[in-house]
């Protein structure tokens, strides 16, 4: 299974940029997860493949909307409202199909996923 991730660029604050992520197979959850200088990664958002809600980091929610398209596997992270402190390389990370449901304190956790993309930079200044 791959996934590939591409959106990442330069951006001003108070803009926004769109990352996309397509899997080779069918998923069970797909998020992303940010990475930025001298930090841990941190969750981002996720959504559970059969159910429509997707769930948000509380830094990004309101900023930020994870969409779905099932008929080609792929994700959306629409990122609104840039602010400096979103810069990091992002990652798509998703669970397989054949996996169980997880809850909703599973989604931020990194062991939960099983595949990651290769990451894509977004850089936002100020």
């Known amino acids: 299974v791959q996934l590939q991730a591409s959106g990442g660029g330069l951006v001003q604050a108070g803009g926004s940029l769109r990352l996309s992520c397509a899997a080779s197979?069918?998923?069970?959850?797909m998020g992303w997860f940010r990475q930025a200088p001298g930090r841990e990664r941190e969750f981002v958002a996720a959504?559970?493949?059969?159910?429509?809600?997707?769930y948000y980091a509380s830094s990004v929610k309101g900023r930020f909307t994870l969409s779905k398209n099932i008929g080609d596997n792929s994700v959306y992270l629409q990122m609104n409202s840039l602010q400096a402190e979103d810069t990091a390389v992002y990652y798509c990370?998703?669970?397989?199909?054949?996996?169980?449901?997880?809850?909703?304190?599973?989604?931020?956790?990194?062991?939960?996923?099983?595949?990651w993309g290769q990451g894509t930079l977004v850089t936002v200044s100020s």
């Open positions: 990370a998703a669970r397989d199909g054949g996996r169980n449901r997880v809850i909703l304190s599973q989604l931020r956790i990194q062991g939960e996923y099983d595949y």
């Open positions: 197979g069918r998923m069970s959850l």
């Open positions: 959504i559970r493949w059969n159910e429509g809600n997707p």
